[in-house]
């Protein structure tokens, strides 16, 4: 009752106090038909209240997303499945669903005739330009009487995710050097042509095709051992990006920042698609799909449609990090003759160490060098850090903000025979030229 009580609308309260100084207004004027009016106005909402709060409605609520991933730009269905499974009909729902900002404004809608075995969908669209991993939901439900006089609250705790990723471009194929290309143009990894002593074996398994025995292996051992199958090699990629705070410029979806983002998207996309088993890392060190992925590992490698999908969820949430240096703990034995693309914001002298041992890891150390200080201001570019990555190792090229990724994608299949590319408006430099400092 208490609850019911708290729940009087405005309408409900004014006919309580017009009640209460009816009953007033008629003890004091001695006016008993005063009196009765006064009464039944009082009475009027706190009856509703009362049948309403001994009311009990049982809600059910089904939500569905339809896709649950999305690329920023594109809208979202979610979809609302209610039920009534109590057995006293209600009055009228006013239903709203809680959505973050970026999505737009909260759904309301307001339902009526609902009985025994009720049940009703609803839908709406969410759409979102800024990436991130939003939850939709809670749902609050006020139930009201037909008067409009009383409403109580209720609130559904489930919620639905929805990822929005970064927006992608497609990449025309490259020269990307290296040994191996994607596993499209992968070889069997061939048997030794030698000696029978150079022929790849392992200890004999339950199941072994006894034909695979490599008997002189097993006669030197003296325990059963069998060639290994023949495997393909499969190319492994790393993408790592620089998210660094004092690396990038700029605010929101306009900042280096987002760039740096979509560019490794548009990489990972493309290089998944090539058949590359492709990881991404952060200036934290950290495998950042694999962690984003539940069960997932380092590398990842599924069906062509959905390679790249942790990636993209990855890259959904990243976040830009404090940290002053890039960390490469995330190279060892896997990382080394492998594929390494960089996306990378403002380096400097402190950061060579670091570059010239990834270049020494892998076989082909590609970069996109952001020119960070022009997004902040249309005449304060410096041209970026291309030429200091070259001289590091790397094949690199410069993007600013009015450059097209895919232009500057191709810029880098062709930087392997004439060094770095840099943006038209950028000064030359010569080999002397100290590296371009960070502006914190």
């Known amino acids: 009752m208490r609850e019911a009580l708290s729940g009087l609308t405005v309408r409900g309260r004014a006919f309580l106090a017009a009640?209460?100084?009816?009953?007033?207004?008629?003890?004091?004027?001695g006016q008993p038909a005063l009196t009765r009016v006064g009464v039944l106005v009082v009475a009027l909402p706190l009856a509703t209240a009362l049948v309403l709060g001994r009311s009990r409605y049982r809600l059910a609520l089904v939500r569905t997303v339809t896709p649950q991933l999305v690329t920023a730009g594109q809208p979202a269905?979610?979809?609302?499945?209610?039920?009534?499974?109590g057995r006293t009909p209600s009055g009228v729902l006013l239903l709203e669903d809680h959505v973050p900002y970026v999505l737009g404004t909260r759904p309301r809608f307001v339902l009526d005739g609902i009985g025994h075995g009720w049940r009703r969908q609803v839908t709406y669209q969410v759409r979102s330009d800024v990436r991130g991993r939003f939850e939709i939901g809670p749902m609050t439900v006020r139930v009201g009487d037909a008067f409009g006089l009383v409403e109580l609250g209720r609130a559904f705790r489930m919620t639905v995710p929805l990822v929005v990723t970064p927006r992608t471009v497609p990449l025309s194929a490259i020269p990307l050097g290296g040994g191996w290309t994607g596993s499209g143009d992968n070889r069997p990894r061939a048997f030794a042509m030698g000696s029978a002593e150079d022929v790849t074996v392992r200890d004999y398994r339950q199941?072994?095709?006894?034909?695979?025995?490599?008997w002189p292996s097993s006669a030197r051992t003296g325990e059963l051992m069998?060639?290994?199958?023949?495997?393909?090699?499969?190319?492994?990629?790393?993408?790592?990006?620089?998210?660094?705070?004092?690396?990038?410029?700029?605010?929101g979806i306009a900042s280096?920042?987002?760039?740096?983002?979509?560019?490794?998207?548009?990489?990972?996309?493309?290089?998944?698609?090539?058949?590359?088993?492709?990881?991404?890392?952060?200036a934290a060190g950290e495998d950042a799909a694999g962690s984003a992925a539940a069960g997932g590992g380092q590398w990842h490698v599924r069906d062509a449609d959905l390679n790249a999908r942790p990636l993209l969820e990855a890259l959904a949430v990243v976040q830009l990090d404090a940290r002053d240096r890039l960390d490469t703990s995330w190279m060892g034995e896997q990382a080394h003759g492998?594929?390494?693309?960089?996306?990378l914001g403002a380096v400097d002298q402190a950061d060579a160490p670091?570059?010239?041992?990834?270049?020494?890891?892998?076989?082909?150390?590609?970069?996109?060098?952001?020119?960070?200080?022009?997004?902040?201001?249309?005449?304060?570019?410096?041209?970026?850090?291309?030429?200091?990555?070259?001289?590091?190792?790397?094949?690199?090229?410069?993007?600013?903000?009015?450059?097209?990724?895919?232009?500057v994608w191709d810029d880098l299949g062709r930087s392997s025979s004439r060094g770095p590319v840099r943006n038209p408006g950028a000064a030359a430099e010569g080999p002397t030229t100290p590296a371009p400092a960070v502006v914190s």
């Open 226 to 251: 069998v060639r290994r199958e023949e495997q393909p090699w499969q190319s492994r990629a790393t993408i790592l990006l620089d998210n660094r705070l004092l690396a990038h410029r700029g605010q």
């Open 19 to 29: 009640g209460i100084t009816a009953i007033v207004c008629a003890v004091l004027l």
């Open 256 to 282: 280096s920042l987002e760039a740096a983002v979509a560019a490794a998207a548009s990489v990972a996309v493309h290089l998944s698609h090539r058949g590359f088993q492709v990881r991404l890392v952060t």
């Open 207 to 214: 199941g072994d095709d006894l034909r695979r025995v490599h």
């Open 338 to 343: 492998g594929l390494t693309v960089a996306v």
């Open 77 to 85: 269905r979610v979809n609302l499945a209610l039920t009534n499974e």
């Open 354 to 407: 670091a570059l010239r041992r990834i270049v020494h890891h892998t076989s082909s150390a590609l970069a996109i060098a952001l020119d960070v200080d022009a997004w902040s201001g249309p005449h304060a570019g410096t041209g970026g850090a291309a030429p200091f990555l070259a001289r590091a190792g790397w094949r690199a090229v410069t993007l600013g903000p009015r450059d097209r990724l895919e232009s």
